[in-house]
């Protein structure tokens, strides 16, 4: 008699197991491939005494300087407290400096310094690196596969999340 074969359990009959084990979660998954990366990042990053908050907000305006705070918060994805917290504790450290809008003086915007603009050629390569190391053993196909699906991911999540929002405005009417 044959020995039975272990069945292959398809994608979303493991998405229906009640116990729901961590290894088959995506989100636990995409959390803790995002909590390595950051640590990574954050030892190549420390010698230079930038912290991962600073490196997110230098990121945007390497990309695009003189955003104001509002703009950099929505780019960032934090509360604008705590995007005026960062930015004051990059102002104390010399990075940036805030701007009035000529236009509208309820608006600052975020400029980099020089020691700031200088930065970017020390800390782009070693997020390079650390980029490099953690597709390491991945063809240039896996990793747009992989770039593709993330992509996905976060277009699904933003309609669900608006399903989800419009549903509980129409609920609380």
Do not use: C
């Not at 491939?33 to 990053?45: G, N, Y």
């Not at 782009?124 to 991945?138: K, T």
């Amino acid at each position: 008699m044959p020995a039975k074969r272990p069945q292959r359990r398809s994608a979303q009959s493991a998405a229906l197991d009640p116990n729901f084990p961590l290894e088959q979660s995506v989100g636990y998954q995409i959390r803790q491939t995002h909590r390595a990366l950051q640590r990574f990042l954050q030892l190549k990053i420390e010698p230079y005494d930038v912290t991962l908050g600073m490196w997110y907000f230098l990121r945007a305006l390497w990309h695009e300087d003189g955003l104001t705070q509002r703009e950099l918060s929505r780019r960032i994805g934090t509360m604008e407290p705590t995007t005026l917290s960062a930015i004051q504790n990059m102002e104390r450290r010399g990075l940036v400096r805030r701007v009035r809008d000529k236009t509208d003086r309820r608006k600052w915007h975020i400029r980099l310094t020089p020691k700031a603009q200088n930065l970017k050629k020390d800390l782009i390569p070693l997020a390079r690196q650390v980029v490099s190391s953690s597709v390491e053993g991945m063809g240039a196909r896996e990793v747009q596969e992989l770039l593709h699906s993330l992509t996905e991911i976060q277009k699904n999540i933003r309609a669900a999340t608006s399903v989800f929002e419009d549903e509980l405005a129409l609920a609380s009417e």
